[in-house]
Nanobody
């Protein structure tokens, strides 16, 4: 059984920064790609960033490219999302997810385990 627990969300002013963390249980963590998604009220779930199992490949949504950085620590079973220059449109619940495979994926259907989410609110 795999469990993912996000933390680090909160309220921040526009232009500020937050670092989200995702703690994963299970022995397969280092063999799978991981991703971050978000969902704002009334909107569909949206891809944010993904990282390959070895962290050699990362991929970002255009809306966050240059502002967000995804990273992982396989020794600690952790995934991170550093969010800088935050904008009000970044407000959403952010979810950590484990991919079904080793490579980076942007389609939420290619992820099999999800965390409960952490709220990020950016005020203008």
């Amino acid at each position: 059984q795999v469990q993912l627990v996000e933390s680090g969300g909160g309220l921040v002013q526009a232009g500020g920064s937050l670092r989200l963390s995702c703690a994963a249980s299970g022995r397969t963590f280092s063999s799978r790609a991981m991703g971050w998604f978000r969902q704002a009220p009334g909107k569909e779930r949206e891809f944010v960033a993904t990282i390959s199992r070895s962290a050699s490949v990362t991929y970002y949504a255009d809306s966050v490219k240059g502002r967000f950085t995804i990273s992982r620590d396989n020794a600690k079973n952790m995934v991170y999302l550093q969010m800088n220059s935050l904008k009000p449109e970044d407000t959403a619940v952010y979810y950590c997810a484990r991919a079904r495979g080793m490579t980076t994926m942007t389609d939420w259907a290619q992820y099999d385990y999800w965390g409960q989410g952490t709220q990020v609110t950016v005020s203008s």
